[in-house]
T-cell receptor, first 109, second 112 residues
C-alpha cells in the first residue's frame, strides 16, 4: 500500500531556529513530491515541487530534498519566524497524490 | 487570476439531503480533483478528471458523483448526505497529471 508518513506530528520552536520536517514514503516509484502549507481553516498553498529526477528545490528560506532510494524527503526552514506557524503537508505522486497527515509547526516569538 | 474557486464555503445539511459542490479554475488546466480532509487522516482523493469528458474514481468515491462540465468546471454531488460525509472538501487542478496541483479554499460541510 502506498503510504506517506510525516514526523514529527507537532513541533514547537523559538523564533530564529533552523528546523527540519521529515516525510517518508513506501514506494520509490514516484513522479514527484510536493510540500504544502495549510493555515487553520484555510486551503493548501504549494511551497515546493520536486520532480522524481531532482534531488532538491529551494525557495527563499525553504529547501526541500528528495532521496527516492530511501523513500525520504526533508523540508528545511531557515531562521524560522512566527509567521511560519502552520501545518506542513507532504504529498507524493504515485499513480495518485497521497498525503501525509502533516506536521503542526508553532514558532514562538 | 482567481486560481481555483469553490462554492459554497460552508454548508449544513440534514441526513438524506442532496447538494452539489462547485469548483472552477481559470488556469486552463486539463486535470481536476476532489479531495476530502478529515482530522488525523490527511487528504484523500474522492474523484478526479484527467481531461474534459473523463472522470475516474479515487480512494473514497462511495456516496459521491462528479461531473466535468467543461474544461473549467468540476462539480461534486452528494445524492443522499450521511453524517460520515461531514468533512472539508477541497478541489484542485493541475496542468496535466502528474504535475503540480493547485488547491481551492475548501468547502466545510456538516451533515446532521
Amino acid at each position: 500500500k502506498q503510504e506517506v508518513t510525516q514526523i514529527p506530528a507537532a513541533l514547537s520552536v523559538p523564533e530564529g531556529e533552523n528546523l527540519v520536517l521529515n516525510c517518508s514514503f513506501t514506494d520509490s516509484a514516484i513522479y514527484n513530491l510536493q510540500w504544502f502549507r495549510q493555515d487553520p481553516g484555510k486551503g493548501l498553498t504549494s511551497l515546493l515541487l520536486i520532480q522524481s529526477s531532482q534531488r532538491e528545490q529551494t525557495s527563499g528560506r525553504l529547501n526541500a530534498s528528495l532521496d527516492k532510494s530511501s523513500g525520504r524527503s526533508t523540508l528545511y526552514i531557515a531562521a524560522s519566524q512566527p509567521g511560519d506557524s502552520a501545518t506542513y503537508l507532504c504529498a507524493v505522486m504515485f499513480d495518485k497524490l497521497v498525503f501525509g497527515a502533516g506536521t503542526i509547526l508553532r514558532v514562538k516569538s | 487570476n482567481a486560481g481555483v474557486t469553490q462554492t459554497p464555503k460552508f454548508q449544513v445539511l440534514k441526513t438524506g439531503q442532496s447538494m452539489t459542490l462547485q469548483c472552477a479554475q481559470d488556469m486552463n488546466h486539463n486535470s481536476m480533483y476532489w479531495y476530502r480532509q478529515d482530522p488525523g487522516m490527511g487528504l484523500r482523493l474522492i474523484y478526479y478528471s484527467a481531461s474534459e469528458g473523463t472522470t475516474d474514481k479515487g480512494e473514497v468515491p462511495n456516496g459521491y458523483n462528479v461531473s466535468r462540465l467543461n474544461k473549467r468546471e468540476f462539480s461534486l454531488r452528494l445524492e443522499s448526505a450521511a453524517p460520515s460525509q461531514t468533512s472539508v472538501y477541497f478541489c484542485a487542478s493541475s496542468g496535466s497529471r502528474p504535475n503540480e496541483q493547485f488547491f481551492g479554499p475548501g468547502t466545510r460541510l456538516t451533515v446532521l
